[in-house]
């Protein structure tokens, strides 16, 4: 095995000498060395939302599934319908253990040419070895797994000129793609996979392309987007930027001991008229109701609430913070939390127990940003 | 005020320390270095301590908080808090650009000046940062 673990270093990605490059602070992050950022996180952070940036998300673990009767093992695994998706089509769904306990939150590709039965699937860093073992306890005959991690990088091109930019680069303009949709092109560069996804609240396309020319492919991407004051933006930027937007991230909203019904995340769970692993208990956990839920707080002064912080109602302990930031758009701190259900209208007063001391809360709508269209 | 860097001590942990004789008393006035806000960035809040409050070394007299993380302020001197700089609550990013100077944080009545001695001069200190970087 090539795995890193307490006494290996950390794996680099393909980009790893341009994050040098840039001057980013690198730190370990899913056994992956990762810039967390290059100029400071609330200036990535405003170079997503005004411009364009450019995020290296090679650690995500990148599986191509092939052979016969892809789709229906595949079903059989994931919370959401795939059976029916069209070639084009990337689906978020969550992988759950029997209890409901959540394994990953994934998107799932369904692969072109049309009649053909291949997936390739985007899976969290920190899961993906977890979720090749499960794979591996839940085999079909006919269903052969390819890690592509390392032979691919991934480039997220995120903000509201991620489209010009990305269009330059590729020779065709990827607002011909739907939302959630993606191609497998052949550009000069290689094969590459474009998905209009991402993970920011902004429009954008996530590139996978070959590991060999990720670097051309990111010196070209700045250079086609410096007059748009393209930058990269590291991990920092992306959790402020998708707790913004109201996305759960895997290990604090989503983790296995928290069953998937309580997610807020219905239109990825489709339980009514098929099955797969966890099924039974997430349905029967929403039919026993009372279920705690994901909301948004937003607080009143300045002081970040962050993961771990016990939410208030009064004097009685009604939930804990998952995640939290200083919004550097709202210019307020921001959270996610699990509150029982009964404190989780928009508009609850709540409060939050930051280090000993209670700071008022309140329940919000999420997403906490919107973009204008 | 503007104070030169090579006057000062420093801790460990980034704080550095003015010494000066008020009336009779040695009040040390305290701040962090410009190595350790840059390596915090995107400070959004302070909490610092009420004047009248004890002061030891060692110990948290506060916290600042990144976008990303917070992080204790330790006393590097043993006395009681005479001044606190209220005003950097709303004006963090002088700490940015004149942390010697108007990022003071708090000003401590020294009762003791054994723990001057642990401090490290700006050399020393700067030393220190080099490693760690």
């Known amino acids: ?373 | 005020m503007r104070v030169d860097p090579s006057k000062l001590l420093f801790a460990e942990t980034h704080e550095w320390v003015a010494v000066e004789s008020v009336g009779g008393n040695r009040v040390a006035t305290i701040g962090i270095s410009p190595f350790a806000v840059e390596q915090l960035t995107d400070l959004v809040y302070i909490e610092l301590p009420k004047v009248g409050a004890k002061a030891t070394a060692g110990k948290e007299f506060g916290e600042v908080e990144s976008v990303k993380a917070v992080s204790a302020l330790y006393s590097p001197v043993d006395g009681e808090i005479v001044a606190v700089n209220d005003a950097l609550a709303d004006s963090l990013e002088v700490l940015g650009t004149d942390a010697y100077g108007q990022g003071w944080m708090i000003k401590v009545k020294l009762s003791d000046e054994a723990a001057l001695s642990k401090l490290m001069d700006l050399a020393a200190y700067e030393k220190q940062c080099g490693e760690s970087h």
């Open chain 1, 1 to 373: 095995m090539n795995e890193p673990n307490a006494s290996s270093p950390p794996r680099r990605t393909s980009l790893y000498s341009r994050h040098v490059a840039a001057g980013a602070r690198l730190v370990d992050f899913a056994g992956w060395e990762m810039p967390i950022q290059y100029r400071g996180i609330v200036a990535e952070h405003e170079t997503c939302r005004g411009r364009v940036a450019l995020f290296d998300v090679s650690h995500m673990g990148r599986l191509d599934l092939e052979g016969t009767g892809v789709a229906q093992w595949l079903d059989g695994l994931v919370t959401r319908r795939v059976t029916d998706a069209k070639v084009g089509r990337i689906r978020y769904s969550l992988v759950c253990r029997e209890d409901g306990g959540v394994l990953d939150d994934i998107l799932a590709y369904r692969l072109p040419p049309e009649g053909s039965d291949a997936w390739s699937l985007v899976v969290n860093a920190s899961n993906r070895e977890k979720l090749l073992a499960w794979f591996g306890r839940h085999p079909a005959p006919n269903v052969r797994i390819v890690d592509r991690t390392f032979d691919t990088a991934m480039i997220a091109v995120q903000g509201p000129r991620a489209l010009a930019v990305a269009a330059t680069w590729l020779g065709w303009d990827p607002s011909t793609l739907a939302y959630y949709t993606g191609r497998i092109v052949d550009h000069p560069v290689g094969r590459i996979t474009v998905g209009r996804t991402g993970y920011t609240g902004e429009d954008g396309v996530e590139l996978i392309v070959p590991a060999g020319v990720a670097e051309g492919v990111w010196d070209r991407l700045m250079e086609i987007g410096a007059p748009d004051g393209i930058a990269p933006a590291g991990l920092g930027a992306r959790d402020t930027l998708r707790l913004e937007a109201g996305m759960p991230l895997y290990g604090h909203e989503l983790t296995e001991e928290r069953n998937a019904a309580c997610a807020g995340l219905e239109f990825a769970i489709q339980g009514a008229d098929r099955n797969f692993i966890g099924r039974d208990s997430i349905v029967a956990a929403k039919e026993r109701g009372e279920l705690p839920v994901r909301v948004g707080l937003r607080l009143a002064d300045r002081r970040p609430v962050r993961e771990g912080a016990e939410v208030r109602r009064g004097d009685a302990t009604i939930g804990v913070v998952t995640s939290g930031t200083f919004s550097p758009t709202l210019q307020a701190p921001i959270a996610m939390a699990y509150v029982q259900a009964d404190a989780a209208a928009v508009g609850s007063e709540l409060s939050v127990d930051i280090r000993g001391s209670l700071h008022a809360a309140r329940v919000v709508e999420l997403p906490f940003y919107r973009r204008s269209v």
